[in-house]
C-alpha cells in the first residue's frame, strides 16, 4: 500500500492578533500538492496578514503550521514558499534582467536558467535593459511574476495577483498557476475579485473580520 504523503501546507488553528485585537482567526488551511486555494473576505479580513504569517514575515499568535509533513521554521518556510505581495520587492534601480539575476541568485534557480526567455513569457521581451522605476504598474507586476516562475518553491503566496493587470495579464497569472501545479506545485491566492478562476483544481477559504472575546 502507497503512503499517503502529507498536505504540502497544513496549518491549523492558526491566528493573529495586533495590539491585543484579532486580525483573523481560529483558522484552519490546508493545502496539497497540485491544489490551488483561494482565500476569500472582505477589507478587513487578514486576507493579506494571513499570507505575511504563512510566510514567514509575521508571528503567529496561535496554531501550528506544517509544511510537507514537518513543523516549519523561518529557514524551512524560505525554502519551500514563495511570496508575492503588493509590494514586489524590485531593485528600482537595477534592470529588469538584473533584477531576475539578484531574485535568483538569493533563492537559487528553478532548473535550467534562462532570463531573458523568463522576461518574454510575460510580455517584457525588450525590456531587459529597463530599470524597474522606469516600469509601469503593470509591467512591474509582470516583472514579479517572471521571478516567480524562476523560483524553486512549491508553494506560491500570492496577494491580489491580478490587480494592476489587463486582461491578457489576468489570463497569464492564471496559465502559470496551472503550469506550476502540473509540476507538483500549489498556490495560495488572496483576490476580491471575479477573474480568480485558473483552471486547476480549486477551494475557497472565506475569512471572516474577526471578533474581540467578550
Same mark, same amino acid.
Given at each position: 500500500?502507497?503512503?499517503?504523503?502529507?498536505?504540502?501546507? =497544513?496549518?491549523?488553528?492558526?491566528?493573529?492578533?495586533?495590539? =491585543?485585537?484579532?486580525?483573523?482567526?481560529?483558522?484552519?488551511?490546508? &493545502?496539497?500538492?497540485?491544489?490551488?486555494?483561494? &482565500?476569500?473576505?472582505?477589507?478587513?479580513? $487578514?486576507?493579506?496578514?494571513?499570507?505575511? &504569517?504563512?510566510?514567514?514575515?509575521?508571528?503567529?499568535?496561535?496554531?501550528?503550521?506544517?509544511?510537507?509533513?514537518?513543523?516549519?521554521?523561518?529557514? *524551512?518556510?524560505?525554502?519551500?514558499?514563495?511570496?508575492?505581495? *503588493?509590494?514586489? $520587492?524590485?531593485?528600482?534601480?537595477?534592470?529588469?534582467? +538584473?533584477?531576475?539575476?539578484?531574485?535568483? $541568485?538569493?533563492? !537559487?534557480?528553478?532548473?535550467?536558467?534562462?532570463?531573458?526567455?523568463?522576461?518574454?513569457?510575460? !510580455?517584457?521581451?525588450?525590456? +531587459? =535593459?529597463?530599470?524597474?522605476?522606469?516600469?509601469?504598474? !503593470?509591467?512591474?507586476?509582470?516583472?514579479?511574476?517572471?521571478?516567480?516562475?524562476?523560483?524553486?518553491?512549491?508553494?506560491?503566496?500570492? =496577494?491580489?495577483?491580478?490587480?494592476?493587470?489587463?486582461?491578457?495579464?489576468?489570463?497569464? &497569472?492564471?496559465?502559470?498557476?496551472?503550469? *506550476?501545479?502540473?509540476? $507538483? !506545485?500549489?498556490?495560495?491566492?488572496?483576490? *476580491?475579485?471575479?477573474?480568480?478562476?485558473?483552471?486547476?483544481?480549486?477551494?475557497?477559504?472565506?475569512?471572516?473580520?474577526?471578533?474581540?472575546?467578550?
Amino acid at each position: 500500500m502507497t503512503d499517503t504523503p502529507p498536505p504540502l501546507l =497544513d496549518a491549523r488553528a492558526l491566528a493573529f492578533a495586533r495590539n =491585543d485585537e484579532p486580525v483573523f482567526g481560529p483558522v484552519d488551511v490546508v &493545502v496539497e500538492a497540485g491544489e490551488a486555494l483561494l &482565500v476569500l473576505g472582505g477589507n478587513g479580513a $487578514g486576507k493579506t496578514t494571513l499570507l505575511r &504569517v504563512l510566510a514567514g514575515l509575521l508571528d503567529a499568535g496561535g496554531g501550528q503550521v506544517r509544511f510537507a509533513g514537518r513543523p516549519v521554521d523561518r529557514e *524551512h518556510l524560505a525554502r519551500g514558499i514563495c511570496y508575492l505581495g *503588493h509590494q514586489h $520587492g524590485h531593485k528600482d534601480d537595477l534592470s529588469t534582467l +538584473e533584477n531576475l539575476a539578484f531574485a535568483v $541568485g538569493l533563492a !537559487g534557480p528553478r532548473g535550467a536558467v534562462d532570463l531573458e526567455a523568463a522576461l518574454a513569457h510575460v !510580455g517584457l521581451a525588450g525590456y +531587459e =535593459d529597463t530599470p524597474a522605476r522606469r516600469l509601469s504598474a !503593470g509591467q512591474k507586476k509582470r516583472l514579479a511574476l517572471a521571478r516567480l516562475t524562476l523560483s524553486p518553491a512549491r508553494l506560491w503566496l500570492l =496577494d491580489e495577483p491580478y490587480a494592476n493587470l489587463d486582461l491578457d495579464g489576468i489570463a497569464l &497569472v492564471n496559465a502559470l498557476i496551472a503550469v *506550476h501545479l502540473q509540476t $507538483g !506545485g500549489a498556490a495560495l491566492v488572496t483576490t *476580491h475579485g471575479a477573474y480568480a478562476a485558473p483552471p486547476v483544481r480549486t477551494r475557497t477559504l472565506e475569512l471572516a473580520a474577526a471578533e474581540a472575546p467578550r
